[in-house]
């Protein structure tokens, strides 16, 4: 199963880190640009294991997910319930652990395969480049979210 990674070391703990990387609405739109839109299901207001959510991408392609793991402040785990067509499989995992010189290391994983099958030697090249590409651009963001004040102060961080 292809997969893509990155890391960042960002300044604040990793209950911090791991806030940030949880908030949601214009807060989440204003470091995220990976995300056009994002939204909880099934009356949630909150993420937790189970829960289920809508991802539509600046790209355009929309996902619905659930909440596989929910473990602040280390980890936290997504698969695809609903996605585009040629994504056979998709998840995500994000962990959160103190760097020893300070800060949290953030260390970000993204599994998939193609659909259909035929087309996987070829297209999963091309996934693990633009996916790659994502959340490498992706991690950058939120580490600059970890060191910007008005982001801080909204998860609570003084």
Known sequence: ??????????PCEPDVAFAVS???????LRW??????QHFLDGATAPDKGVRTVTRTRLGPSMVSRYVSYRPPTSVGMT????PWFFDTFGGGWRFTPHP?????AA???????RPR???VLAEPLGRWLLGREIRA???AFAAACADPEILAAVGER
């Open 1 to 10: 199963m292809p997969q893509v990674s990155a890391r960042a070391i960002v």
């Open 22 to 28: 949880q908030t949601t609405g214009a807060l989440r």
């Open 108 to 114: 970000w994983k993204y599994t998939f395969t193609i």
């Open 80 to 83: 695809m319930v609903d996605g």
């Open 118 to 120: 035929g087309l996987r």
């Open 101 to 105: 010189d300070g800060g949290t290391e």
């Open 138 to 140: 992706r991690i950058d």
């Open 32 to 37: 995220d640009a990976f995300l056009r839109e």
